[in-house]
């Protein structure tokens, strides 16, 4: 489909055209098709570092002229081989892009560039008494976020980067620069392309500037932790809370497996049993209240106590282990590697869903810890192997397989946050049907060429 010389060309062409921001160094592009999961690295022929929106904009132009791929890289936290390049081509580091534009208090918004980590992002709004609430767990960078459309464990309160997103701005794949969607609140102004975006993974353009909702920090931040006698009676509880209307802010799930991961790798001393791990935000008394609706809620299925606290110190310890799942699940088989995958399922199915696939665990003699944003119903495993196990790497294969199978058999999707990449991709057409005939008309008009991340959503590119 794309052929070396032409990408040996535009190689040629860019370092004429930026000299050292462009890198052929093995070293260079092996830790730019690097990939936290199963998928194995395919590097690109190239990385350049971009410094601004021209920057990328003519490096686009000249792959586009000369049909060679276009990859963009941000941290490289994503999970489904999204930055890798099956067909060599060029990989546009975008880290250099790291200013906070324009901070509009009164308008709760906040115009950025795609480098921008949302710890970052975060500590520069501190004293404005606002914060962005998207927490996908790693400090990715916004632009990665908004790409894959990440979320995290604020979601059940505050939505995905879809819901938090206003406005674009993006180099498409003949290098022509366009701006979606402006700072106002809502529009009915033509095509929603800045949702069309949000998702696409790199396959229709490079996002260059971004513009954020942000909300006030709340008046009272409390957390707490319930113990529960199973994972069902767990998902039951969640359930309930969210039938019930609880405005928690988040709720997370951890199974006894990633418990006890989380105790041995983060000194905790928490009860070896299912786990929710909660997090209030608002007024003294509204999270008071809350606290005690979740905890009434809670006596109907565990005789655990519900502990809560407002305490900011105890409350971090909590989320910084909880952070740290993904560490901790690999420190608790020593060298194995994990295989991180998501699936999202309607709330009312979550305890069945979630009870299937513990079983399927149990079944396939795999460990597996499994963790999740149940608020909204998506849930995580990671599967733990030997890397030399070629046996239970197919077992593992299977078990992801039914696991996505599964959740969309219940009216859900094989990834909630993580995205298709090259990982999913054979779920897609399961879950959509005929809509993905849809997809790939966008994105063969948009990118005629074929050039932006592809190998990535559809097995055809």
Excluded at 136 to 148: E, I, K, V
Excluded at 296 to 319: P, V
Excluded at 369 to 390: R, T, Y
Aim: hydrophobic share 35%; aromatic share 6%; net charge negative.
């Amino acid at each position: 489909m794309f052929k070396k010389s032409k990408i040996d060309n535009a190689v040629t062409q860019l370092k004429q055209r930026f000299g050292d921001q462009l890198s052929t160094s093995e070293a260079v592009r092996s830790h730019h098709s690097h990939t936290t999961t199963r998928i194995p690295q395919q590097l690109p022929d190239a990385v350049l570092f971009a410094k601004n929106t021209q920057d990328v904009s003519e490096a686009v132009r000249i792959c586009y002229e000369n049909d060679c791929p276009v990859i963009a890289f941000g941290i490289g936290s994503s999970l489904e081989g999204h930055v890798n390049a099956p067909h060599g081509g060029v990989c546009i580091d975008m880290n250099g892009l790291d200013q906070v534009l324009e901070v509009n208090n009164e308008d709760l918004d906040v115009v950025i560039q795609p480098g921008v980590t949302r710890e970052a992002l975060n500590e520069y709004l501190r004293d404005t008494g606002l914060f962005f609430p998207i927490d996908p767990g790693a400090n990715a960078s916004l632009g990665g976020m908004a790409a894959t459309r990440a979320s995290g464990t604020n979601a059940v309160r505050y939505g995905t980067m879809k819901d938090n997103i206003l406005a674009l701005e993006a180099v498409l794949p003949d290098g022509r620069v366009v701006r979606t969607g402006s700072r106002a609140k809502k529009s009915s102004a033509g095509y929603d392309l800045t949702r069309l975006l949000i998702g696409s993974e790199g396959t229709l353009g490079i996002i260059t500037e971004i513009t954020l909702k942000l909300y006030g920090i709340p008046e009272v931040i409390a957390g707490g932790t319930c113990s529960f006698p199973s994972v069902e009676s767990a998902c039951n509880a969640v359930i309930n809370v969210i039938q019930y209307g609880i405005p928690v802010a988040r709720i997370e799930l951890l199974d006894v497996v990633q418990v006890r991961a989380c105790n041995q790798y983060s000194g905790l001393d928490l009860p070896e049993t299912p786990l929710l791990l909660l997090e209030f935000h608002g007024s003294e008394a509204g999270v008071a209240e809350q606290a005690e609706m979740f905890a009434s809620i809670a006596e109907e299925y565990t005789e655990y106590e519900f502990q809560w606290t407002s305490d900011e110190a105890a409350r971090k310890k909590l989320w910084k282990a909880r952070h740290d799942a993904y560490y901790a699940s690999l420190a608790y088989s020593p060298g194995a590697v994990g295989v991180s995958t998501d699936v999202c399922v309607p709330i009312s199915r979550l305890a069945e869903c979630v009870e299937e696939t513990y079983r399927d665990i149990e079944e396939s003699g795999i460990i597996s810890p499994i963790v999740g944003h149940v608020g909204d119903g998506n849930f995580h495993c990671m599967p733990l192997s030997d890397p030399e196990d070629d046996e239970m790497r197919k077992v593992i294969d299977g078990f992801i397989k039914r696991l996505s199978e599964r959740a969309i058999a219940m009216g859900g999707t094989c990834t909630g946050e993580h995205g298709v990449g090259q990982g999913k991709q054979e779920y897609l057409r399961k879950e959509h049907g005929d809509a993905v005939d849809v997809m790939m008309m966008i994105k063969s008009t948009i990118d005629p060429k074929g050039i932006m991340n592809p190998g990535k959503i559809f097995p055809q590119n």
